[in-house]
């Protein structure tokens, strides 16, 4: 009864990991859609005022937080909010 007691700890403790993982990369994927949504709206003008073109959006966000590495000497990963440590 104990080694089962343990084991179903184990798996509650993997479902409760994989559900986290999950709920960041949900969250990520909703930033991403927001900031693709709002950069496809700026103009021809504003894009180049930012030193981009329009298919340096995907590699520029990722860069920019973390999640791929950089290639551009300008970019600065975000600083992560102080609720997430």
Do not use: N
């Amino acid at each position: 009864m104990v080694e089962f007691l343990r084991c179903m700890k184990c798996l509650l403790r993997a479902i409760a990991d994989m559900l986290e993982k999950w709920a960041r990369e949900a969250a990520v994927r909703r930033q991403f859609a927001y900031d693709s949504d709002a950069f496809a709206r700026l103009d021809a003008s504003a894009i180049r005022d930012l030193g981009m073109v329009r298919s340096e959006f995907h590699s520029h966000w990722a860069e920019s937080r973390g999640l791929a590495a950089r290639t551009r000497v300008r970019v600065e990963p975000r600083a992560k909010p102080a609720s997430q440590g």
